[in-house]
């Protein structure tokens, strides 16, 4: 059994997909085949499924990178090759309701930095970043998975859902750094500066995910959709965000279905 997941060595699968919200586990898992509950133990509420042949864990991970991080590693563990964040971000210039589909992810959390990412992955990211962890002068940016953007990409398209391809911000601070909160941090100014560096979006858990998987050999990628605008100033209706989280879920079971016949026929 794992130190905190509810898995055994015998529940390994081709693919795992992390949520941050346990109550979302189960949505998303309807749109899987043959779903068994595996267990809950503190956040990490795991069920397996398949997409075709494809074998998929399904689990939550809580809110913020460091419990991420933790799942990625005792994935890895497992066995499992390859980890898909899906889950919601504040809008910068992706538009509300916008899949984003993330070719990066900038690391302004603490964890994502202890896996020793820089900027020198072989992308060339954005210059002149102020708003950094004090340990880094500049914040560290992870690649998702080509592929895994490709097939997320190309499913999105066949549902017809506004995809947004772009880089996502990681933070620690949802008070400090995303919504206005009763300490002023010059959340604006940051958020200004992101709108000039063509952020699509901000959220809490993507670039730790991208960079533990690096470390640990896996791909990785990230798909967000955008339920809050910046600064949270505007957000989906409770309607259209359960209609936008039942339409991430059938983006996980069509870009899966994509990346699965894609590794399948290069073998």
Known sequence: MSLYLPC???????YA???????RVDLLGCYLEDVVLLGQRREFRVLRGHVGDASVLLLSSGIGAPSAAIAVEELAELGVKVVIRLGTAMAITARLGDYIVAHHALGLDGTSATYGGSLSQGVD???GWAPAPPALDRPPLFEADPGLVSAFVQGGGALALPIHEGTLVTCDGFYTQMARGRLERGQEALHRTWVEQGI???EMESAAILAAASALGMRAGAVCVAT??????DRLSPTDRRRAEENLGRLMREGIRLDWMRQRAGR
């Open 8 to 14: 055994r060595p015998e529940d390994r699968a081709d």
């Open 17 to 23: 997909v992390l949520t941050g919200n346990p109550d």
């Open 125 to 127: 990211g954005p210059e």
């Open 200 to 202: 699509a979006g901000v």
């Open 228 to 233: 809050v605008s910046g600064m949270v100033r």
